[in-house]
């Protein structure tokens, strides 16, 4: 089956840190996608909760990551983001996708994307509209 | 996203298809997945009616836990407020107050809640989010400027650190001249929901319910009239728990506190009376009635038969309510006005004691004054227009209520049975058990929401273009604003005190003294909350999640 189509770089499994930042301890929707991501199966790594950005970022490098999905749902968006966003630069990663996940206002959706992230999911995005997502965009950085 | 299919029955169905429909009960589900039946009848309730439904006012108070319930008076209207820094939620306070609110109900923001001064490197960008920075007595005391404390009643949704912002209150009451035995109101502290859903933990389980303990004895001697825990379902069904998940674990966490201040030699019925609930009102009406009703009938018994106690009042349940922010839907905010006002209704049926309820545009941010105010007249339209406070639980004696209150009880005894053999809930916490149940029930949900099995409008259906609707900003300035605030209490000081408060109260950590008499002591002399918290960090140690999912 390898042979016939025409497969990426590499068919390891799409690797995804389900990351939450922050001090909030809102983790349902961040441990619905890490379980829905892992079922269409993807290597999930939850980092669990109140990690630093410093922490997520050298999570996302040791597992070497194709995506990372920021779970946010404290208002602190716009700090920790950039600052995730910054960091991963600064280490030059610059081939993983990006997403963020919870309570952003719309107009802060249009800065995020600005900054460099790829997909921002609101409450109410449909699960498999997210792993879609993931996995489409990670196969598109591959190309 | 298009609509999905249409209704399985409805009038342009025949009645065939209805009946068919009829006949797969199991297509007829409460939000919880309990199957209802196409009728309920005198069959369905179990038991000595007499006994089980009883009186209201009366053991074991199925009905409501006062014999004349709103006739006599209504329900606290406690709006949930905090933001920014002290300075804008006393602001808001004052406007509650002046719009008809009865009670005040103080949300900190997430770095007061996980023990972190305004000034550490982990608060920063979450200073103020959400819910108000208080770092020192000094802020307490803006806080509540210009609101009598012994005239109103004040609600601290606080859990790790409770017993140090129970200090800052106390002392900005004497301050006030108002004596802590005059103090009305209710400080969350229930520490075994924070290990559960809430997440917001400073101590490993053990210290942190010595510390609980040490409140309730604290508050049994000199706080007659506050409530030193309310334990709490909210977060739980938050998190996704099912009603009767919320309604086991809820009360299995206040037997384990009931435990625990047995154990420390305080007699029942001088604590238990202050016990208090607070539950979620989640858009299942008539599951979330049963889950109130069957909440004080379990109360009442263990309290009695299993605890020993003989007041009344130690057997009676009193809650509040919040109505579920999970129900509210960023998409087409306005529905969730009327989300609410379903939810708060079934609070009210079910004999809730104060309520809260949610603005419509909380799924997007923190209220704005309108939202809050449209939330706050939805209540007060239920408690002045609707009627459904003329008599005590009216829906008492419903074939299809009382079965379901009956069915809510059974499975709550089956999560007891089964938490026991773990070895207790503090044991079952350890091991991840309520845990890894709320987890599968959330993601059970989630995919009867994406399946389109469960409907929620808005967004699986009737889905449509969005506008937006003016959101609360908090401007990034009053981070810096609080920390200069902090900066100057920690300039102006007696640092000398505060050190030796300090060893003070790490000394009591390391033996077996009440803590909250060193922690007084400490907050007098404007020692912060993150310096105590770590004073008793160094005794006690820190607490790490093995996150599951």
């Not at chain 2, 329900?75 to 820094?85: E, K, L, V």
């Not at chain 2, 409770?162 to 009305?184: N, T, W």
């Not at chain 2, 607070?278 to 009703?293: M, P, S």
């Not at chain 2, 087409?332 to 708060?344: D, G, K, M, S, W």
Request: charged residues 25%; hydrophobic residues 40%.
């Amino acid at each position: 089956m390898s042979a016939a189509i025409a497969e990426p770089k590499t068919d390891r499994k799409i690797r995804v840190v389900v990351a939450k930042p922050g001090l909030d301890g809102h983790d349902r929707g961040a441990k619905i996608i890490a379980r829905a991501l892992r079922d269409s199966g993807m290597e999930v790594i939850y980092t669990g909760l109140h990690q630093t950005p410093e922490q997520i970022v050298e999570t996302v490098i040791q597992e070497d990551a194709d995506a990372i999905g920021v779970s946010i749902l404290s208002g602190a968006h716009m700090t920790l983001v950039p600052k995730i966003l910054e960091l991963l630069e600064a280490e030059g990663v610059d081939d993983v996708l990006v997403t963020v996940g919870g309570t952003i206002p719309n107009k802060d959706i249009g800065d995020l994307k600005a900054l460099g992230v790829s997909g921002v999911f609101t409450p109410g995005s449909p699960t498999d509209d997210i792993v879609d997502f993931i996995r489409s965009g990670v196969r598109d950085r591959e190309l | 996203m298009e609509p999905t299919s249409t209704p399985k029955t409805g009038p342009e169905a025949s009645d065939a298809v209805r009946k068919a429909a009829e006949a797969a009960e199991s297509e007829f589900t409460t939000m919880s997945g309990k199957p209802v039946k196409a009728r309920y009848g005198a069959d369905d309730m179990a038991g000595d009616a007499d006994l089980r439904i009883g009186e209201p006012g009366q053991y074991p108070f199925t009905r409501g836990p006062y014999e004349s319930m709103y006739r006599g008076r209504n329900w606290t209207m406690r709006q949930f407020a905090g933001f920014g820094t002290v300075e804008e939620t006393n602001q808001r306070f004052h406007y509650l107050l002046d719009h008809g609110q009865t009670g005040l109900s103080t949300a900190f923001d997430m770095p007061t809640l996980m023990g972190y001064d305004s000034d550490h490197a982990r608060s920063l960008g979450e200073v103020g989010r959400e819910g108000v920075a208080v770092d020192t007595i000094d802020d307490m005391e803006i806080l509540f400027q210009g609101i009598p404390l012994g005239e109103v009643s004040t609600s601290m949704t606080i859990n790790a650190p409770a017993a140090i912002l129970l200090a800052f209150y106390v002392l900005v009451g004497e301050k006030q001249g108002v004596a802590s035995e005059q103090l009305s109101g209710t400080i969350q502290t229930d520490i075994l929901k924070e290990y559960i859903a809430q997440k917001e933990w400073c101590f490993p389980v053990e210290p942190a319910m010595r510390l609980v303990t040490d409140m309730v004895e604290y508050c049994t001697d000199h706080m007659p009239r506050w409530h030193p825990i309310s334990i709490s379902g909210y977060h739980i069904r938050e998190a996704g728990a099912t009603a009767a998940q919320e309604l086991a674990f809820t009360l299995k966490d206040g037997f384990t506190y009931v435990e625990r201040a047995i154990e420390r030699g305080i007699d029942v019925d001088a604590f238990a009376p202050r016990l208090s609930f607070f539950f979620n009102a989640h858009i299942d009406f008539f599951e979330e009635i049963a889950k109130y009703r069957a909440a004080r009938r379990i109360w009442a018994r263990e309290l009695k038969e299993t605890y020993g106690a003989r007041k009344p009042e130690s057997m009676r349940l009193r809650f509040h309510t919040q109505t579920a922010g999970v129900s509210l839907t960023a998409q087409q905010p306005l529905n969730n006005i009327v989300r609410t006002a379903i939810e708060a209704l079934a609070g009210v049926l079910g004999g809730t004691q104060s309520l809260h309820t949610n603005s419509f545009d909380e799924a997007l941010a923190l209220p704005t004054e309108e939202a809050v105010r449209v939330a706050l007249r939805t209540q007060q339209i239920i408690a002045e227009e609707t009627g459904v406070t003329n008599t005590p639980d009216p829906l008492g004696g419903s074939y299809f209520v009382e079965a379901l209150t009956d069915e809510m009880e059974a499975e709550a005894y089956a999560y007891f049975s089964r938490i026991d053999e773990l070895g207790g809930m503090v044991e079952a916490v350890r091991q991840n058990y309520p845990q890894r149940e709320i987890g599968e029930a959330a993601f059970d949900f989630q995919r009867r929401v994406d399946d389109g099995e469960f409907t929620i409008v808005g967004v699986n259906r009737y889905v449509t273009d969005e506008e937006d609707v003016p959101l609360l900003h908090i401007d990034p300035a009053l981070e810096t604003k609080q920390v200069e605030r902090l900066t100057a209490t920690r300039a102006k000081r007696n640092s000398a005190e505060v050190e030796s408060a300090l060893t003070a109260l790490k000394d009591a950590a390391a033996g077996e003294a009440n803590l909250m008499y060193p922690i007084l002591d400490a907050a007098r002399v404007h020692t912060t909350e993150g310096e105590m918290i770590e004073a008793m960090q160094e005794i006690f140690g820190t607490y790490t999640e093995t996150p599951v999912f």
